[in-house]
C-alpha cells in the first residue's frame, strides 16, 4: 500500500514559506520529524504526533499561553516536551493565518533580541 504524504508536503510547503521570512530561521530534522529552528532552539516541529496523512504542528508558546491553548479542544499537550511550553494540533483545525500567528509566537519566544530587531526594525511587537 502506497502512503500519500501529500498533506504533510502541503504542511511543509507553508512553513517553508513563512520560515523563510524569520531572521536565523532554518530547516533541519528533529528525531525523525521535519522542523525549524533559530540557533539551536526549535520553534515548529511538523509530524511530531500525527501521521502523514493528518499532520500535525508542534510549536512552544511557553507553560502559561499552553495552558490557554489546552483549553481549546483542538491542541493537546505534546508528547515528551509538553512539560516545556509545547502544544500539538492538527494542521488542519487551523486557519491559515492562525498557523502563521502561532509560528511567529514560537519562533518570538527562541530567536535572539538581534533576530527580533531584524525582523521588526524598531522591536515594536506586532499584535
Known amino acids: 500500500m502506497r502512503r500519500d504524504f501529500s498533506k504533510t508536503e502541503a504542511l511543509m510547503t507553508t512553513l517553508r514559506a513563512l520560515c523563510a521570512g524569520l531572521p536565523g530561521s532554518e530547516e533541519y530534522v528533529m528525531v525523525h520529524h521535519p522542523a525549524f529552528r533559530v540557533g539551536k532552539k526549535p520553534f515548529a516541529i511538523a509530524g511530531l504526533a500525527g501521521t502523514h496523512e493528518e499532520p500535525t504542528l508542534t510549536i512552544n508558546l511557553g ?46 519566544r527562541v530567536a535572539s533580541k538581534k533576530h527580533l530587531k531584524e525582523r521588526d526594525g524598531d522591536g515594536i511587537e506586532e499584535r
Open 63 to 108: 507553560p502559561m499561553m499552553q495552558g490557554e491553548l489546552l483549553d481549546d479542544p483542538r491542541f493537546v499537550r505534546s508528547p515528551y516536551i509538553g512539560r516545556h511550553g509545547w502544544v500539538t494540533v492538527q494542521a488542519k483545525a487551523l486557519k491559515k493565518v492562525e498557523l502563521e500567528r502561532l509560528v511567529l509566537d514560537s519562533w518570538r
